[in-house]
């Protein structure tokens, strides 16, 4: 993916009919995160997880919109980094789970908030596992966004999960079904482009599945065409994500423990 600052990439959803998808999703690259500047019909915007605040205020600058909220999906530098800095110029409200470790932060989800962002509704999920205070934004399908989407920052990956830093295996492993109950058609944005790599430890485990090897495949592909592998869906997680796949707690730890050290 594009350094710090990378370029926004278009957004991989369907165009062709303005009135069906009124919402605008701009991807921006920093490092491997994906930062993610929505934009709602009437011009009211928000960003998901800013690492840094350079390409988001470039973005806005270059395309328009009117910076009202920030959601921070949790407390880890390279997904808030940029948090304080849009604050300061945009005067938004900053929402997320830890106020102790990013006090930028306005309004503190603890997961089951509901709000409205330019008339699009936003209800939080706490998701925890990855970090104590990961949380997920769940925007259901309604008019100005009549497909369901997801932002799961570090929680749920294209293919994978997040490492399990502050809780137990058990604990991510509720948060991952809390999303795998969600609407099959709704669209995943995760935080980082892990995708080839959580492909090919599909495939080293479970070579004979041809589910992870056409994924792989396909993963590989985008990667050569410059193309991002978001959004996903909870359907196609379901169907190919090793570890929403696990079966089990004890089966979902020990597939964890293999990719800690893959």
Request: aromatic share 8%; with cysteine.
């Given at each position: 993916?594009?350094?710090?600052?990378?370029?926004?990439?278009?957004?991989?959803?369907?165009?062709?009919?303005?009135?069906?998808?009124?919402?605008?999703?701009?991807?921006?690259?920093?490092?491997?995160?994906?930062?993610?500047?929505?934009?709602?019909?009437?011009?009211?915007?928000?960003v998901v997880?800013?690492?840094?605040?350079?390409?988001?205020?470039?973005?806005?600058?270059?395309?328009?919109?009117?910076?009202?909220?920030?959601?921070?999906?949790?407390?880890?530098?390279?997904?808030?980094?940029?948090?304080?800095?849009?604050?300061?110029?945009?005067?938004?409200?900053?929402?997320?789970?830890?106020?102790?470790?990013?006090?930028?932060i306005d309004?503190?989800?603890?997961?089951?908030?509901?709000?409205?962002?330019?008339?699009?509704?936003?209800?939080?999920?706490?998701?925890?596992?990855?970090?104590c205070d990961?949380?997920?934004?769940?925007?259901?399908?309604?008019?100005?966004?009549?497909?369901?989407?997801?932002?799961?920052?570090?929680?749920?990956?294209?293919?994978?999960?997040?490492?399990?830093?502050?809780?137990?295996?058990?604990?991510?492993?509720?948060?991952?079904?809390?999303?795998?109950?969600?609407?099959?058609?709704?669209?995943?944005?995760?935080?980082?482009?892990?995708?080839?790599?959580?492909?090919?430890?599909?495939?080293?485990?479970?070579?004979?599945?041809?589910?992870?090897?056409?994924?792989?495949?396909?993963?590989?592909?985008?990667?050569?065409?410059?193309?991002?592998?978001?959004?996903?869906?909870?359907?196609?997680?379901?169907?190919?994500?090793?570890?929403?796949?696990?079966?089990?707690?004890?089966?979902?730890?020990?597939?964890?423990?293999?990719?800690?050290?893959?």
């Amino acid at each position: 993916m594009g350094g710090p600052g990378g370029p926004a990439l278009p957004f991989a959803g369907n165009r062709k009919n303005r009135s069906e998808w009124t919402m605008d999703i701009e991807i921006l690259t920093f490092g491997d995160n994906y930062i993610y500047l929505c934009r709602t019909a009437d011009g009211v915007a928000f960003v998901v997880d800013p690492g840094q605040a350079a390409a988001v205020l470039a973005a806005l600058k270059a395309r328009g919109g009117r910076l009202t909220h920030v959601l921070l999906t949790h407390h880890h530098g390279d997904h808030t980094g940029g948090a304080a800095r849009l604050r300061e110029q945009t005067d938004c409200h900053v929402v997320g789970g830890d106020r102790v470790e990013v006090p930028v932060i306005d309004t503190v989800a603890a997961g089951g908030e509901e709000f409205a962002i330019g008339g699009v509704q936003v209800r939080t999920i706490a998701t925890p596992g990855h970090t104590c205070d990961s949380v997920c934004y769940f925007l259901p399908a309604q008019p100005g966004n009549p497909t369901p989407m997801v932002f799961t920052g570090d929680t749920l990956f294209v293919g994978g999960c997040g490492r399990v830093f502050e809780c137990d295996a058990g604990t991510m492993w509720r948060s991952l079904n809390d999303l795998a109950a969600l609407p099959e058609e709704t669209r995943v944005y995760c935080g980082h482009e892990y995708t080839v790599e959580n492909y090919h430890f599909a495939t080293k485990f479970f070579p004979r599945d041809a589910e992870y090897a056409c994924k792989l495949a396909e993963a590989q592909a985008a990667v050569r065409a410059g193309r991002p592998m978001i959004p996903s869906t909870i359907a196609a997680e379901k169907r190919a994500n090793v570890f929403l796949r696990a079966g089990s707690v004890e089966s979902f730890a020990h597939l964890r423990g293999l990719k800690d050290r893959f």
